[in-house]
């Protein structure tokens, strides 16, 4: 019960498939008491029954990541069910289905700048928010993906972002170290979800990556959140501004 006593909060559940909820099942397997954020209306009441199907008590709450004035009125929800958090995992991208296709020159710039802030700035703007609600500490969490490293077919103005995402983990875990607040991400190797739908051609992701990887297979959910669960606990202790492979490996071949 790694998680025993600990509150924390998940945002980006869509459905069963989603990463997000695989970090739920995971938190709340090891005890933790759990808010899962879902975008909008028409998500509500299946994010409900997932985290009624969790071991331990679960809420949901809609949070859209795009506005301010969102996340204003959701973290005044979150405060008032949680006071006080343990951990936060943030795990929502978005971008444009036509920029995840043909080339990247091609990106436009409301398609760069809607990526960028839905998947980037959001954890800045959610860890922001998360600080004032961990008086004793925590640890964020995100979720990235080789494409930020490397550049991967279609996945496009997503490497980006993806880059700037992980560059928020180092300048955030400095800024929030002090306060014993944790930050790091998770890099997950590709996974069949509703938003890696959206990348053309990524069948193809999961087909190399099966046949390349060290491990030899593909990289299950469960994994990502059992990873997440650690550095979320005390066991990651010392371990910040950092990013996690659970990839099976496929990251450290060249060939
Ligand atoms: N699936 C993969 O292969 C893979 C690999 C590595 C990393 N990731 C990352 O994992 C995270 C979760 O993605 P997933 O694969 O579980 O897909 P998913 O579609 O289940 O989750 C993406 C979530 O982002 C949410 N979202 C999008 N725009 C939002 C907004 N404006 N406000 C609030 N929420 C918003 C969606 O509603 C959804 O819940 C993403 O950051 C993704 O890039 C995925």
Redesign the pocket.
Known sequence: MLLKDKSGIV?????K????FACARSASAQGAKLIL???GER?EKATRELADSLPNEAIAIK????SEAALDEAFEQIEGFMPKLNFGVH????APREELDGRFADTSREGWNTALD??AY?FTSIARRLDTLMPDGGSLV????FGSEKVMPHYNV?GPA?AALESSVRYLAADLGPRNIRVNAV??????????SGVSGFSQ?LDIAREKSPLRRNTSPDEVGDATVFLASDLSRGITGTTLWVDCGYHIMAL
């Open positions: 945002f980006g559940v869509a459905n498939r989603s990463i997000a954020t879902y975008q998500l949070c859209d990541v795009s795990s929502i991208a978005f839905v998947s959001s995100t979720m990235t993906y997503m993806k890099s997950a190797g590709p996974l069949r979800t509703l938003a890696a992701f």
